[in-house]
């Protein structure tokens, strides 16, 4: 009963950390689900181009990232460049660990949602481009206005399984040290020991977050879904 | 005003086209018929340049459109297209599938350009169809949006890919009625076509294609009821 009551006191303490620390994960995760978005539309786009340079610059991208672990991505990029940086030129060179967990996640998702974009792209039915271009419409315009918006209704389920992998992923910029929800829970660990509780507070906060984004996702689904029954 | 001289399209190996030579007047309605796989969808899609032609020149109005200098996007605008399956974009309500080339393309107003679209439809009969999606939309309906849209382009020609085929056979009739209405019109119209009653009533002229060439052309008359050759007397006992 009193290690109960010592594991609820615990949990009560670090709590305020956790919620600073959950801000700092979703900050983290929506920046780089916005710019992975980005990046993955572009190297999507460039898979499907006719441009070869175009195409083996996308595939040389998302193979890369997808065939590597995120872990050693985190660490090439936050302890491996500024490494590089200071060989070749001889200064020091430091990056703001959120900053460097924004640009890593961002390049990261951009791989898995440029798949993500091309299967979507490559769902619509070849006569919607047919009947664009058809009309004097040309390619980079019937990309926009016809096949874009119908694949992004696609894509929004995957997408959505994205943002909670990337959510959860995030979890590994502990280890450069930003202070997202699972390093504050450590961080109050390594001062009073209490693994477990906080551990489980830690995956409790992290199974809320993933259960906000899916509901987020089939609400924005059903918004969207109306007009798209064919 | 089409003129099209000794047309080849291969696909890889694949010979579709074996030469296909042939003049279009202005207002002229020519049906196209013959079995599946002779090429007639491929000969349609390469008077609009979906399909690039192999070899072999076409002109429309004079203009080489077969030449490697010319606009396509240009050359799209003239010819409107209606497709089997419709393809309206159901993202789109009515009004913006028909309006939204001549926004863009055309470069017109919105106002000016849904106010056009708006007289189309009620052209083809959809006015009160307007603001839904296609999805709620019967296939006949479907498909005299389709040509709306293609007519909004004010295009010099329109080319129909089978355009009743996937149609329940009591929407065959409002769609053939929308067609004969624009060749009465004097739309000059290329239709692949397996209505028959509608080529015997409307076409000005019917060419028979099988294996990548016409086999055979002339007046409905001379093809439903004097064929000479063997090829399209056998395809029209089957078809009719
Ligand atoms: N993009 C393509 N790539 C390869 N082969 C093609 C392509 N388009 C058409 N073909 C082939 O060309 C031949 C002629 O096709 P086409 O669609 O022009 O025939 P069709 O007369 O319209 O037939 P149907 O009445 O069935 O529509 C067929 O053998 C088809 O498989
Ligand atoms: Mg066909």
Known sequence: MSLLSTYLEHIIKVLPDLIVGSMITIEITSFSLFFGMILGTISGLGKLSRKRILRYLSIVYIDFIRGTPLLVQILLFYYGLPGLYSNVTGNPLSIDP?????????????????????AGIQSIDRGQ??????????????????????AFRRIIPPLGNEFIALLKDSSLLAVIGVHELLKTGQLYISRTFAAFPVYIA???????????ISRLVAYSERRLGVSDRN | MIEIKDLHKQFGELQVLKGISIDIKESEVVCVIGPSGSGKSTFLRCINLLEMPSSGEIFIDDEKITDRKININKIREEAGMVFQHFNLFPHKTTIQNVALAPIKVRKLSKAEAEKRAHDLLKKVGLEDKANVYPSALSGGQKQRVAIARALAMHPKLMLFDEPTSALDPEMVGEVL??????AQAGMT???VTHEMGFAREVADRVLFMDDGLIVEQGTPHDIFSNAKHERTRSFLSKVL
């Open chain 2, 177 to 182: 009625g929308v067609m004969k209405d624009l």
């Open chain 1, 129 to 150: 481009m047919e009947a664009a271009r058809s009309l004097g419409m040309n390619e980079s315009m019937a990309m926009r206005e016809i096949i874009l918006p119908q």
């Open chain 1, 98 to 118: 959120i900053i460097a967990g924004i640009i890593v996640c961002s390049i990261n998702s951009g791989a898995y949602i440029a798949e993500i974009v091309r």
């Open chain 1, 202 to 212: 830690v995956a409790l906060m992290y199974l809320i977050l993933t259960i906000l």
């Open chain 2, 189 to 191: 119209m290329v239709v």
